[in-house]
């Protein structure tokens, strides 16, 4: 069955540094999104991407995150400066469209900020 | 906003069934989804409801009334694997079209021998 792949499954980087957390979607899907879950806490909803532009941000996706789809297959979310509270689980999430699909979810990357 | 309520914690013995309620407030309601997610990992599809009624995929079966802002999963014959976190989550279209997903706090089940 097709999957969502992430990588690195575990990140650790310095407060202040810019980090990339990638990801493969399901190759028929369309839309693209990035969750968050800090640890013991709810998953938070934190961008979407639609025909290689944003479609909707959350108020956590401040001037410090950005999105890319720089080719056919991956779709990145980068940080600019980490602070120790982006510390968290990021999942990517892929559908195959807006009405009536369930979205994917990947394994996630670890982020853990020092 | 939106608002989802779901219980905490919820125990049950194997091989029986349970029943994880949630209720949510949102304008705009465009589908209600349940994932499991076992601990440290994904949260993995399980079912979801856009119209009112009861859709059953094997052990597992969810419920919506779109006029009560409420749904369940139903899990029968429980087995120890279904030890995890069910998270309810609710779609809700705005202006843009999106296709956000709101996820409640999460219900975690264990199940005993």
């Known amino acids: 069955e097709p999957e969502v792949t992430q990588t690195p499954s575990h990140q650790v980087t310095q407060m202040g540094q810019e980090v990339i957390l990638r990801c493969v979607p399901i190759?028929?899907?369309?839309?693209f999104y990035w969750y968050r879950q800090i640890l013991g806490q709810k998953v938070e909803f934190l961008v979407s991407?639609?025909?290689?532009?944003?479609?909707?941000k959350s108020e956590i996706f401040d001037d410090q995150f950005s999105v890319e789809r720089p080719d056919g297959s991956n779709f990145t979310l980068k940080i600019r400066s980490t602070k120790l509270e982006d510390s968290a689980m990021y999942f990517c999430?892929?559908?195959?469209?807006?009405?009536?699909?369930?979205?994917?979810f990947g394994d996630g990357t670890r982020l853990s900020i020092l | 906003g939106q608002n989802i309520d779901q219980p905490t914690e919820m125990t049950a013995t194997e091989g029986a069934i349970v029943q994880i309620n949630c209720t949510y407030q949102?304008?705009?309601?465009?589908?209600l989804f349940w994932y499991q997610q076992h601990a440290g990992e994904a949260p993995t599809f399980l079912s979801y409801?856009?119209?009112?009624g009861l859709e059953e995929k094997g052990r597992f079966s969810s419920f919506l009334s779109r006029s009560k802002g409420y749904s369940y999963l139903l899990l029968k014959e429980l087995q120890m694997k279904d030890s995890a976190s069910y998270l309810c989550?609710?779609?809700?279209?705005?202006?843009?079209?999106?296709?956000?997903?709101?996820f409640g706090g999460g219900t975690r089940l264990m199940v005993k021998p």
């Open positions: 999430a892929s559908s195959e469209e807006v009405v009536g699909g369930p979205q994917h």
């Open positions: 190759s028929n899907h369309l839309y």
């Open positions: 991407f639609y025909n290689n532009e944003i479609s909707e």
């Open positions: 949102t304008s705009g309601f465009n589908g």
């Open positions: 409801n856009v119209l009112d």
């Open positions: 989550a609710v779609r809700a279209r705005n202006n843009n079209a999106g296709n956000m997903l709101t």
